[in-house]
Every structure is written in structure tokens, then in C-alpha cells.
């Protein structure tokens, strides 16, 4: 077993040294505010001049801000799956390079190297004035990067078939673009013009961050930069020991299951456990499923992440900085080898969109039974991935269609869940129909709420959707879902949501006047289709809260 913190304690020692310092608390709120105004203006960088409706339109990406050692001070509202896997990017491109220079641009998406899935490609620089003030990073999830199907996340047995691996690599050095490394992603790419005008997105959002960054070196001095970075990462672990300050002695356990790997039927266990003792909390997945054939094996950058969004969601202030203060007194059991920390070169796919969202469920069954005022039912507990790829006849040029779909948000003890909506690890929006019917060869002909697939209670679970879409070519599909047999649980007596369902519709045949009849499909499946055909995706409801009033 390991046992996994952040950050190390060289890093901690010099983070305490800092906070040791005096410091102005309407200061202290300042510097929290335009630190995450960097990241944030890095993202709405990216988002406005990426090429892809993934990243422009579903906004999948993050952005964020790390101090001289490489701890996050500051990380935009953007996706919760990149919160713990980000660090550990920073961490493995300075383990790898040592020393970034002015001009550096490191570029990486393994998973077993600090990313998450090979979509994800993250971009780390270093801000330099007199000396380091830090080093942004952004991270964007890029529709297609080779591998065995298109959008690069297929039901695979090892991590070769997801697509292009590219360990900790200068994509810039000193001011330069190295060409090779560009055109060796691209060419991996089946849309090789949108992955350069992503990638180019990217260098802009990072360009924005070091000159933001650099401003405000400029405006209040590099010393008390430095400082405030500190104070932020002090404020922050007050405000989780404040937390478990509140969690009673004891340790609470939960356990929730995956439907499948997209190979076998069998559940497959999650397990944790979680203690308060000397200000500190104690996370300990002992107990879940050993590592698996199929792709929902997730990377322990993947579970960190998990871990770090139920704490800072339990911490219920949206004023609250998002750094690494915030994890510092959070200590992670990890068994190597397991569903949750699995080894190279395990498929990581599904583990990083999927699992991770299961993992948030057991923590939240967990925290339930400690803090049953702060924690809601379960919500949709899958993304319900769909990728569709292959050429459009209107261009002659291939294609990569890539989307989350929303769902039932979980009850809560004071309030409704809300319906449509993505939850948890995703925090992308959807992207509209009109965006997907002009960028592909599809056509949306059903996209609504699946109206009383929330769970009962005192407060309701959230309903789900329907969205079924129109493939206009021969195509090949995926689908990665979850809670397709395993329902979303309710808390306090509440039921569970509806189960999710995934279906197809074969294209009429010539003098058949209506479609085929529909299809059941698996949660997890990639398989050709015809132009014509349909793919149908219902979500999963979200858990009720407390017990309905009879009758």
C-alpha cells in the first residue's frame, strides 16, 4: 500500500516558512481573487479560440496556477476531474526537466506521468520576472488522439490502444516551437487541423497566464507574490481542519459497484472508509476490486482528484480558495494494483471519466453517515460518454464527435436535485444542437428531460435526459456509461434514480416505412453504423432525500 499526499514535505516546509509571515487579510482576499481571475482569463482564452465544439462549446477543459514549488494556489471553476492530476503534471515535467527556463512549454497526457486519459493534454510554463514566480498549466480534452476508434477512447485492454502517449516533452524551449513534437501529435490525430488549432488554443491561454501572472509581480513585488501564495495555501488547510474538526470519532465506511469493465458482467467493488484524527483525514480504499481488463481502471492522479472535490465540496463555501492548502491535511490509502490505482499500461479510459464519478459516489455514502447535514443522495454517477467518428460526406474529411451528457443531480437534505444537468467530476456544459449539426454529419432528433426518472423523497431526486441523435454517414460508435444496472442511491429513506438505458435504431431498409424497433445496447459497447441509423442515450435519475409522505 502507499500512501498519498500532497504536497511533499520539502514543499510543505517551505509553504509553513511563508505562512509564518504576518499578512493582511483584505490582502490576503485580493490576491485569492486575481490569482483565480488568471486561470479564469486563461480559460476564457482557450474557450474562445479553440477549433473544436469540444472545447469551445462543452468547455472541457481547466486552468490553473501553481507557486515556485509547483503547489496549486489557484485553479478556475472549470472541470474537478483535472483538480488532483494537474499537480501531479507540474511534479512529473519538473521531475523530468529539472528546471523550466523562460520560453519553456512542456506538453504531456500520460496517464501514469501526471494526466488522466490520453485526451487530456496539459501544457505547463514557467513565469519567470527577476526570478520564478510560478508556473501555469492548462489542460484540454482533445476530441481525438489517435488509437483504436475514433475520439480515442475505445473499449480497450491496454493503455497502446487509446491512442497517442506522449510522456513530459518541451513542446517549446526557450521562446521556440518544436515543430516535431506538433506535427508528431498531429499526424497521431485522425483531425490533425483541429488538434493544431487546439494546441495553438492552449499556447495562447498560457501566453495570457504568464503575462497575468507577471502583472501582478509587477503591481505588488515578486516577495509579496510569493507571500500571499503562502497565506492562501495556510487559509485554505484552516479551513479543511475546520471541516474535520466536525467529524465524529469513528470510521465510516461505504461501498458502491460498477456496473461492468465493457468485457465481463461482474460488479466491480469500490470501496472506502474515512477518519478524522489529529486534524487530519484519513482515507483508506482498502477493499476495492484488483485492477481490471477493460478501461475503467483509474490512474491514482484520477482518484486524488476525486478525493480533493468531495473535500472541497463538503467545505459548502463558494468563497472558499481551491489550492493545495485545502489537501494538505488529507491522507489517501491507495493499494497498488487496484481499480483506483492501477499500473502501467492498464487501459485508463473509462477509469477517468467513469469510475472516478463512482469513487465520488462512496465518498459521499461515506460523509453521509459523519455529516448527514452536508452530504446529498447520489447523483447521475456516470457521463455517459458518446463518440462518433468517421467521414464526412459533405467534406470528404474525417470527423470526431465527442460529448458527456447531463443527468439527475442527487437530493440534498435542504433542497431538490436539479434535472439536465452534468454533476460531480464533469462540469462541462452541452453542446447545442446547432454546433453539433453544423461542425458533423449528425442530426439531434430527440434531446429532452426523461420526466419522473428522479428518486422520491422528502426532496426529489433530478430527472434525467433524452437525446438521441441521427448518424447522416457510416460511422463507428462508443459509448461509455455507468448506472445502467446499478441506481443511483437516495439518502435518508429517499429512493434511487432511474437507471440509465442506451439503445439504437437501425436505418429503415428500402420500402420500410418506419425504423427498426429499438435496439437495447450495453453501458459500455463501440460498434460500425450505417448513415441513417439512430443512438439513443437515456441518463440516470438522481437519488431522492428522505422518506415520502405516505400516500
Known amino acids: 500500500m502507499a500512501e498519498s499526499a500532497l504536497p511533499t514535505e520539502s514543499e510543505l516546509n517551505d509553504c509553513n516558512r511563508m505562512n509564518a509571515m504576518n499578512h493582511d487579510p483584505v490582502l490576503l482576499e485580493i490576491m485569492k481573487s486575481l490569482l483565480s481571475a488568471v486561470a479564469e482569463e486563461m480559460g476564457a482564452t482557450l474557450g474562445r479560440t479553440a477549433y473544436s465544439p469540444n472545447i469551445k462549446e462543452r468547455r472541457d477543459f481547466s486552468c490553473a496556477v501553481f507557486d515556485p514549488v509547483g503547489q496549486l494556489v489557484a485553479q478556475a471553476s472549470h472541470i474537478p476531474v483535472h483538480l488532483g492530476a494537474m499537480p501531479l503534471s507540474v511534479s512529473a515535467a519538473l521531475e523530468r526537466f529539472g528546471r523550466l527556463d523562460v520560453g519553456d512549454i512542456v506538453v504531456l497526457n500520460d496517464p501514469y506521468f501526471g494526466g488522466s486519459h490520453l485526451p487530456d493534454i496539459t501544457m505547463i510554463s514557467p513565469v519567470y520576472a527577476d526570478a520564478l514566480l510560478g508556473y501555469v498549466a492548462s489542460r484540454a480534452h482533445h476530441a481525438d488522439v489517435g488509437g483504436m476508434a475514433p475520439g480515442s477512447m475505445p473499449l480497450a485492454t491496454e493503455l497502446y ?287 429532452e428531460l426523461r420526466r419522473g426518472s428522479g428518486g422520491a423523497g422528502i426532496h426529489r431526486g433530478g430527472d434525467g435526459l433524452y437525446r438521441e441523435i441521427e448518424v447522416l454517414a457510416d460511422a463507428t460508435v462508443t459509448i461509455l456509461s455507468e448506472r445502467r444496472r446499478h441506481a443511483p442511491y437516495g439518502l435518508a429513506g429517499g429512493a434511487a434514480g432511474a437507471p440509465g438505458q442506451n439503445w439504437r435504431l437501425e436505418a429503415p431498409r428500402t420500402g420500410d416505412p418506419l425504423p427498426s424497433p429499438a435496439l437495447p445496447l450495453p453501458g459500455k459497447t463501440t460498434f460500425a453504423t450505417t448513415a441513417g441509423e439512430r443512438i439513443g442515450i437515456a441518463t440516470p435519475g438522481g437519488g431522492g432525500w428522505g422518506t415520502p409522505p405516505a400516500g
Not at 215 to 237: F, K, P, Q
Request: proline share 6%; glycine share 10%; net charge negative.
Open 161 to 447: 490502444q487509446e491512442g497517442l502517449i506522449i510522456p513530459p516533452v518541451k513542446l517549446q524551449s526557450a521562446g521556440r516551437l518544436n515543430e516535431g513534437v506538433l506535427d508528431l501529435i498531429t499526424r497521431n490525430s485522425r483531425t490533425p487541423a483541429e488538434r493544431h488549432g487546439d494546441l495553438a488554443a492552449q499556447i495562447a491561454a498560457q501566453r495570457i497566464g504568464e503575462r497575468r501572472l507577471r502583472e501582478l509581480a509587477d503591481r505588488y513585488s515578486a516577495d509579496v507574490l510569493a507571500d500571499y501564495m503562502g497565506h492562501l495555501c495556510r487559509y485554505g488547510e484552516q479551513l479543511t481542519i475546520t471541516l474535520i474538526r466536525r467529524i465524529p470519532p469513528g470510521r465510516f465506511g461505504f461501498n458502491d459497484y460498477l456496473d461492468d469493465d465493457g468485457y465481463t458482467n461482474h460488479d466491480l467493488r469500490i470501496a472506502a472508509t474515512v477518519e478524522a484524527r489529529d486534524d487530519q483525514l484519513w482515507i483508506d480504499f482498502t477493499g476495492t476490486a484488483p485492477e481490471t481488463i477493460g478501461s475503467v481502471n483509474a490512474v491514482r492522479s484520477v482518484t486524488l482528484s476525486a478525493v480533493f472535490y468531495v473535500v472541497r465540496c463538503l467545505l459548502k463555501d463558494d468563497s472558499a480558495p481551491t489550492n493545495a492548502g485545502i489537501f494538505r491535511p488529507v491522507r489517501v490509502t491507495l493499494p497498488e494494483g487496484m481499480l483506483v490505482n492501477a499500473r502501467f499500461p492498464r487501459a485508463v479510459a473509462a477509469g477517468n471519466v467513469e469510475t472516478s464519478q463512482r469513487i465520488v459516489d462512496v465518498l459521499l455514502g461515506a460523509f453521509a453517515q459523519a455529516l448527514p447535514e452536508l452530504v446529498p443522495a447520489a447523483s447521475q454517477g456516470t457521463m455517459n460518454n458518446l463518440l462518433i467518428g468517421g467521414v464526412d460526406p459533405r467534406t470528404g474529411e474525417r470527423f470526431a464527435y465527442y460529448e458527456t451528457i447531463g443527468g439527475g443531480m442527487g437530493a440534498a437534505p435542504d433542497a431538490a436535485g436539479l434535472s439536465g444537468v452534468h454533476v460531480h467530476m464533469t462540469n462541462t456544459l452541452n453542446t447545442p444542437v446547432e454546433a453539433i449539426e453544423y461542425a458533423y454529419p449528425l442530426r439531434v432528433t430527440r434531446y
